[in-house]
């Protein structure tokens, strides 16, 4: 089994900034690709971004690129979400998700393991 704690989310102005951070314990051998997901109040979750701990490489949404970071600290086991230039639509519940899979999973069910959750909220 896998644990995944996000941390790191609070309320900041829009145009600012707060970094994510997602650490794994347990079997973190077994763990490749880690995600990012969020949800809105009344919306369905979305992802946000993903990374390979093996090699490094990263897919993003769309709505995110060139604003928000993710990056990873393989000896910490440790995911972060760098997020700039926040908007009032980035507020939601941020999830991190991680599996053996080695694939960039854009959907939850690429995922095996997850974490509670760290609140985010953008104000304008």
């Known amino acids: 089994q896998v644990q995944l704690v996000e941390s790191g989310g609070g309320l900041v102005q829009a145009g600012g900034s707060l970094r994510l951070s997602c650490a794994a314990s347990?079997?973190?051998?077994?763990?490749?690709?880690v995600g990012w997901f969020r949800q809105a109040p009344g919306k369905e979750r979305e992802f946000v971004a993903a990374?390979?701990?093996?090699?490094?490489?990263?897919n993003y949404a769309d709505s995110v690129k060139g604003r928000f970071t993710i990056s990873r600290d393989n000896a910490k086991n440790t995911v972060y979400l760098q997020m700039n230039s926040l908007l009032p639509e980035d507020t939601a519940l941020y999830y991190c998700?991680?599996?053996?899979?080695?694939?960039?999973?854009?959907?939850?069910?690429?995922?095996?393991?997850w974490g509670q959750g760290t609140q985010v909220t953008v104000s304008s």
């Open positions: 990374i390979r701990r093996s090699v490094g490489s990263t």
């Open positions: 998700a991680a599996t053996g899979v080695y694939r960039l999973g854009i959907t939850e069910a690429q995922y095996d393991y």
């Open positions: 347990g079997r973190t051998y077994s763990i490749d690709v």
